[in-house]
C-alpha cells in the first residue's frame, strides 16, 4: 500500500508507520528547543502566552486555579513604560487546567492575585526556549511577591509546564 501511494506525502507517512511498526518509534535523546533565541525575541507576548499554554501538562495542574499578575522589564532594575519595547504587564490565570495570558491587563482586586511574578523579557524568552522556571527562581531572574499564594504555586506552574519532545511516534499514541 505505502508504495503503491500516487502521493508522495501519502506514501511518506504509510511508510514511516510501517518502519515504526517494525523497528519502533524514535528513541529521542531528551528535549531541545525548536526555535532559537531571535525567534522567541520576535514573539509577542499573546504569542508566548499561547505558546505556554500547549505545554501546559494537565495532569499535574489538575484542580488548581491560579491567578498571577505578571511584570516584564526590559532591564532587571528598570521600570514598565509603555514606550519600551519588550516590557509590560499581564495575568497568567489557571482553571480546570486551561492557562490563559492576559495581555496588558493586571488583575483587580489585588486580594484574588495569587502572587505577582517580576522578570526581565530575557528571563520570559528562556522560559519559553524550555528552561526549567524553577531553575530560573532559583537563579533570582525570576522574582516572587506573595498575593493568596505564593512560591510554592509558582514553582506548581512551572512544573507543570512541560517541553515539547522533538521526535514522536507517528502510529503508536504518545502519552505524558
Not at 511574578?117 to 528562556?126: C, E, F, G, P, Q
Amino acid at each position: 500500500m505505502g508504495y503503491q501511494a500516487e502521493s508522495g506525502a501519502w506514501r511518506g507517512f504509510y511508510l514511516t508507520g510501517a518502519k515504526e511498526l517494525r523497528d519502533g518509534g524514535p528513541i529521542s535523546s531528551g528535549t531541545f528547543s525548536i526555535f532559537n533565541n531571535k525567534t522567541v525575541e520576535a514573539m509577542s507576548f499573546e504569542l508566548i502566552c499561547d505558546f505556554l499554554s500547549t505545554l501546559l501538562n494537565p495532569k499535574i495542574i489538575r484542580d488548581c486555579h491560579f491567578i498571577f499578575n505578571v511584570h516584564i522589564f526590559q532591564s532587571p532594575k528598570g521600570n514598565i513604560t509603555s514606550s519600551a519595547i519588550g516590557t509590560g504587564h499581564m495575568t497568567w490565570s489557571l482553571e480546570n487546567s486551561v492557562f490563559i495570558g492576559d495581555v496588558d491587563r493586571l488583575h483587580s482586586p489585588e486580594s484574588e492575585v495569587t502572587a505577582t511574578i517580576s522578570m526581565t523579557r530575557a528571563t520570559l524568552n528562556l522560559l519559553a526556549q524550555g528552561n526549567s522556571g524553577n531553575d530560573l527562581i532559583n537563579q533570582g531572574k525570576i522574582a516572587i511577591t506573595q498575593g493568596t499564594g505564593g512560591e510554592g504555586q509558582v514553582r506548581r506552574l512551572f512544573t507543570a509546564l512541560v517541553p515539547h519532545m522533538f521526535w514522536f511516534n507517528i502510529v503508536f499514541p504518545n502519552y505524558f
